[in-house]
Each structure stands twice: as C-alpha cells, then as structure tokens.
C-alpha cells in the first residue's frame, strides 16, 4: 500500500456539525456589527502529519468510544462521489485521547468502508431559518456572525413638530437608506497558508446587506385624514402610502386633523417625555404614530479551499485489500487496471449566498413581515426606522430658519393644536 501522507485527504468526521443559522438584524436601531468567535463542531478528526495526529475534542462527546477514519481516495467500486476511508484509531470521548493503530500499509488490519466523500464539515452553507437578530455561518471549528440593523428612512414634514386643526400639512417620502455588515476569517484549518492540507481554507468573508425593496412608505397618523381645503372637514384615512420623491419636489401627500391631540381623542405621550420635542410645552399631549418601509436582506459567502483541481492516474496500487493489490484506474497505453488516482490540489474559490427568504424565518416577530402582493405570504421585511426632517414652506429642508432633524426612530409625533391665531413656523413658538 503507498503512503497516504503527501496527498493526504482530511479524515471523515463522526459527527457532522450543524451550525445554527439566523436572520437580518434587529428590530430598531442603526447599527451594523459584527464578531468571529470559536465554537464547537460536534465531531472528531484526524490532521494529516505522518506521525503526529490532531485530534479535537468537541462537547457532544462525552462518553464512549468514536472510530475514526481517514478518507483513502475514490471507492473501489468507481460510483460517483463514494470515497474509501480506512479506521486508523479510536478517540475515547471520557478520557479525550486518541489511540492511534500502528503501522498498517501492507497489511489486511485495515477496517475499509465505502460512505459519501464530502461529509460537508469544513462549511455548512446558512440555512437561514432562525431569528436572534444575526446572522451566523460556520466554518471549521470557527463561526462568523453579522448583524445589519434596519436601515433608516427619511420623512420630510411640513409643518413639525406641530400643526393646527384642519391646517395642511406636507409629507414627502424622499429616500432610504441601506446597511451592512461583514466579518473574515484569514485562514482555518489543519496546515498553514503557506503549506495547507486539503480542506484548509483562507480569505473567509461573511457579509449581510438590507436594501429598501420597494420605492414607497407607509405612514400610520391616528385621527388624521386627507386635506381638502381650507376650513374643510379632513377625510379620515390615518394610514397613507407615501411615493418616493426627490428631496426638493413638492409633497404629493397632504393630511390634516380634524381634532387637537387631545387625550379624549386618542392622543398618547406628553412632549416633555419625548427627545426632540422640546419646542412645544412639556404638558403637551402628542398623537404617536409610525412610518415604515419595505426592506430586502442578502447574504454572501466567498472563501478560497485548498481542493482537488485535477486528477492524474499513477501507475502501483491504491492499497492492498487479502494481501492483493487494488488497482482504481489505467494508465496512459495500459490496457488493464495498473495504476492509482492522484490528487492535484490548489486554492478554489467558492461562493454561496442570496436573498433571504421572510416566509421561512422562524421566530420573526410579525410586525417585521411584510406581505406587499398580498398573497399571504411575506415577501420583504418592514423598517419602522424613520428620520423627520422639517421643510420651510418652498419644501426645501436646507433653510437655516427652519431647519432641525430629528432621530432615527420607530415614532412619529405629532402635535396639533385647536386655535387658530398662532403661527406655526416660528421654531420656537409654544402651543
């Protein structure tokens, strides 16, 4: 039997491990993270050194004895994607030793058995099923997480933080932000980059994207409804479908009230308890609503893997099996089985990732679903995250006069007052 030390192919794992998988980000916020940290893979492995063998020890096992194989090249019996392994020691899981056999080339002491090639442990693609705020792929022993929050998007209002009963006020949907992540790991695996054993892998990225899906946003004001003119009874409606504009065109979209926010009609926190609303009284009852936009999220995996790149046939036998010699291919001019398979290793690349699917995510909280076709089934993810900008009465947002944003966050307030002699404009002007 030849020596399997110079193209040795990593050993077959007991144990496969399964990385769990999350989703896009956290509900509110803006930020964007991201971590690598070690874990366990359920599973126990040889290294590829002639004499030395590297044996990890991982937390499903804990008692008993594993066998453990090394992979010895394709099946005998040629069947696509079968690979022969040879039992080569056991590894007791209580004491966390590995007894290596002794020499065994040349010998019938070998256990041979035939099983799938690729047991899948060096990369479990992201099955990206489970909601805990990250995503998380495993690679080796190592997990990368990303976490993209929920981007922002912007709502122009005029006028803000207060407006008058029965007096038009402006709203402009003027755009959406994106966000995302990305961790790396340099290299993993049994050897180095400079000298790497099959398997062994080096430029591992992780990376998690959310886009705004569609180019609208939904507005949700309790009590308000669509202008009509000037005095005129307002159309209640309280939700509204805002279009994407550019940020200087005139608001396509303008409500009104027809009552203050009033405690009796529905109003909710006072401006003193609300950041931002410091140019109204503190005992200012508010009307608290919402904005949302429909968003998309995408991951992408790209890593390099020492790997087969080409297989040449070599002239002696693979092993030996009853003291006969097992031949697995014909060599250049021979007419009969007289030669063995040998391996051609370089870096590959590979790469995996798409859209993430909402309608499959487990644990999502349902406000974060959106189902934009109305088909049931959801097919983006809702941001609740807005910025309020306040425009000057030409639409521009830029006057130094009138300009002041306020933070990103899941609430719109709003204020609205009964009489009608104030003006409104004034920044600092109390109800």
């Known amino acids: 039997m030849r020596r399997y030390s110079k193209f040795f192919v990593a050993a077959l794992f007991v144990f496969v491990a399964v990385f769990t998988t999350t989703t896009v980000a956290k509900a509110s916020g803006g930020q964007i993270s991201s971590e690598t940290t070690g874990t366990g893979g359920d599973c126990v492995y040889t290294g590829g050194g002639e004499t030395e063998k590297v044996v990890e020890r991982l937390s499903s096992c804990t008692t008993g004895t594993v066998n453990v194989y090394q992979k010895f090249g394709p099946a005998e019996s040629g069947e696509d994607g079968m690979c022969t392994y040879g039992l080569v020691g056991t590894f007791d899981c209580e004491t966390n030793t590995f007894t290596q056999f002794g020499e065994y080339e040349g010998t019938d002491e070998v256990d041979f058995v035939d099983a799938p090639c690729d047991y899948n442990y060096r990369y479990r693609s992201c ?54 992540s990305s961790a790396a790991i340099g290299f993993v695996g049994r050897g180095t980059v400079d000298h790497p054993l099959p398997g062994d892998q080096k430029d591992i990225r992780l990376v998690l994207s959310v886009h705004p899906l569609a180019p609208q946003m939904q507005v949700y004001l309790p009590r308000a409804g669509y202008y009509q003119g000037d005095g005129q009874h307002c159309t209640e409606a309280q939700m509204f479908s805002l279009p994407l504009q550019n940020s200087s065109s005139p608001p396509r979209t303008v409500i009104c009230w027809n009552v203050p926010s009033h405690p009796a009609a529905g109003a909710g926190p006072l401006a003193g308890g609300i950041s931002g609303m410091d140019e109204l009284a503190s005992d200012f009852p508010l009307f608290d609503g919402w904005a949302r936009v ?112 306020w933070e990103c966050r899941p609430h719109v307030y709003f204020a609205v007052r009964e009489g009608q002699t104030q003006s409104i404009y004034f920044p600092n002007a109390s109800p």
């Open 127 to 180: 099955e990206v099923n489970k909601w805990t705020g990250k995503l998380i792929c495993g690679f080796w022993k190592w997990n990368l997480a990303v976490q993209a929050g929920l981007p922002c998007a912007t709502l122009d209002i005029e006028p803000y933080p207060v407006t008058l009963v029965r007096w038009p006020t402006y709203l402009r949907f003027s755009g959406a932000g994106s966000s995302s």
């Open 294 to 405: 429909p968003y998309t999220a995408e991951w992408h995996a790209a890593y390099w893997e020492w790997d087969v790149v080409e297989r040449n046939c070599v002239l002696g036998p693979a092993r030996y099996k009853d003291g006969k010699p097992v031949y697995e291919c014909k060599t250049t001019g021979s007419t009969w089985q007289n030669g063995h398979w040998e391996n051609i290793y370089d870096w590959k690349k590979h790469t995996d990732g798409g859209a993430i699917d909402p309608a499959v995510i487990e644990g999502i909280p349902s406000g974060l679903l959106a189902d934009l076709n109305g088909d049931g089934r959801p097919d983006a993810f809702w941001s609740y995250n807005v910025r309020i900008r306040r425009m000057d009465e030409t639409w521009n947002v830029h006057n130094p006069v009138y300009h002041r944003e």
